[in-house]
């Protein structure tokens, strides 16, 4: 008797997506783009210019779901290329530690990330970028901040479902918050 067991990794239908989002947990990489000077200190982040799905103008972080068998590592070059385009050359880490994991709930303030579609988890990653970046997808523009307009109210009044908390962990974690 063949095997008809589906074992090719790819998308979920939107109805096998939905159904899944309900039952369990998905797994997401979230990546901070930044610049950095020859002696490695952060001089800007790269923050993405979205248009949501109803309508609100939103900054928001590179982030994306890992497939049903690829790589952490893949996963997230996969978004990073989607969302700042094939020659932003990013320079993942040799060692795939996140800075932190974020956990995204359907209901508010089980912790300071929210996602209304599902339970979420994400391993986020700062990524150093050094060629040209060009968004694509749905992103409408990236914008260069330093390190204190990233951190200021007015940068992260617009960051919808805690990513505002998340990128200034990301700007502690390298230093950068006083």
Not at 138 to 153: K, M, R, Y
Request: charged fraction near 20%; hydrophobic fraction near 40%; glycine fraction near 8%.
């Amino acid at each position: 008797m063949p095997d008809t067991t589906e074992t090719t990794p790819g998308w979920l239908s939107a109805d096998d997506l939905e159904s899944a989002r309900a039952r369990m947990p998905i797994l997401y990489v979230e990546a901070v783009p930044v610049r950095v000077d020859d002696s490695g200190e952060v001089t800007s982040i790269g923050l993405l210019l979205r248009i949501g799905p109803d309508g609100t103008v939103s900054r928001t972080l590179v982030a994306g779901r890992v497939l049903h068998h690829e790589r952490v590592r893949d996963a997230l070059l996969r978004h990073l290329e989607k969302d700042l385009g094939p020659v932003a050359l990013p320079r993942v880490p040799p060692s795939l530690q996140p800075f932190t994991v974020a956990e995204y709930f359907p209901t508010q303030g089980i912790t300071p990330f929210h996602d209304p579609r599902q339970h979420a988890v994400a391993l986020a990653y700062i990524v150093p970028v050094t060629g040209d970046c060009r968004p694509r997808q749905d992103a409408l523009d990236l914008v260069w901040f330093s390190p204190q307009e990233a951190a200021s109210a007015v940068v992260q009044n617009d960051m919808p479902g805690g990513q505002g908390v998340l990128l200034k962990q990301a700007l502690a974690h390298v230093g950068c918050l006083s």
